[in-house]
């Protein structure tokens, strides 16, 4: 299995709501990444967990909140989003921790968020 | 600040060698060049990456100038498939992060 899985592809929410993305990946890969991507944008950098343990939060606002329930799972907790905050969200994995890790990301197909 | 240069879009023509430039004057020596595309509305997808040498796998070819400040990507056959946009990025040694170009939408013509 190659693959990180992102769940849903697709998510409509209000300014109100509290909804999560989900992430997956069974590659045995140690740090997973958030990015945000706006359209014809290169993807931002939001949060990575390495090892399980939060190593980066590039100064994201605390709408949203990430957590790491293990080494193989991702998630992303929206709540009380703006409208700015559309944009297509990409989970990453790599297979070494974050420091130590030259080779490749691996990207999901993303979760496109809409909010009204 | 850190970052890569690319040029916005380029065209080339089916079975032709796409090349595609990359400027990253501001590398730090231990600092990896990596090539992701993206196919529109999907995740990005790592292509290559090289320190020095020049590097070739089965999707493309990496030239790395000796002085590190540039590279070129290469698809040596470019089919249709290859309409993507392609980002040039390079690893950070001071907090392992990638810097992204702004990519260039490579499009190829039959």
């Known amino acids: 299995d190659t693959e990180v899985t992102q769940t849903p592809k697709h998510l409509v929410m209000g300014m109100t709501n509290k909804k999560s993305l989900k992430c997956e990946q069974h590659m045995g890969h140690r740090a997973m990444y958030w990015y945000k991507q706006k359209a014809k944008k290169p993807p931002e950098l939001m949060f990575v967990?390495?090892?399980?343990?939060?190593?980066i939060n590039e100064s994201v606002p605390s709408r949203f909140s990430p957590e790491c329930p293990n080494s193989s799972l991702l998630n992303l907790h929206l709540h009380a989003l703006q409208p700015e905050d559309s944009a297509l969200y990409l989970c990453a994995s790599s297979q070494d921790g974050l420091a130590e890790n030259t080779g490749e990301l691996f990207f999901g197909e993303g979760s496109r968020l809409t909010v009204l | 600040d850190a970052k890569t240069t690319q040029p916005t879009s380029m065209d080339c023509a089916e079975g032709r060698a796409a090349n595609l430039p990359c400027n990253h004057s501001t590398i730090s020596g231990n600092e990896y060049v990596y090539w992701y595309r993206q196919i529109h509305s999907q995740g990005p997808q790592y292509i290559i990456h090289?320190?020095?040498?020049?590097e070739t796998n089965e999707m493309a070819s990496l030239i790395i100038t000796e002085d590190r400040k540039s590279s070129t990507l290469i698809l040596p056959h470019a089919t249709l498939r290859d309409t993507a946009v392609y980002y040039c990025?390079?690893?950070?040694?001071?907090?392992?992060?990638?810097?992204w170009g702004a990519g260039t939408k490579l499009i190829i013509k039959p």
């Open positions: 090289g320190l020095k040498n020049n």
């Open positions: 990025t390079y690893r950070m040694d001071s907090n392992y992060q990638l810097i």
């Open positions: 967990y390495s090892y399980e343990k939060l190593s």
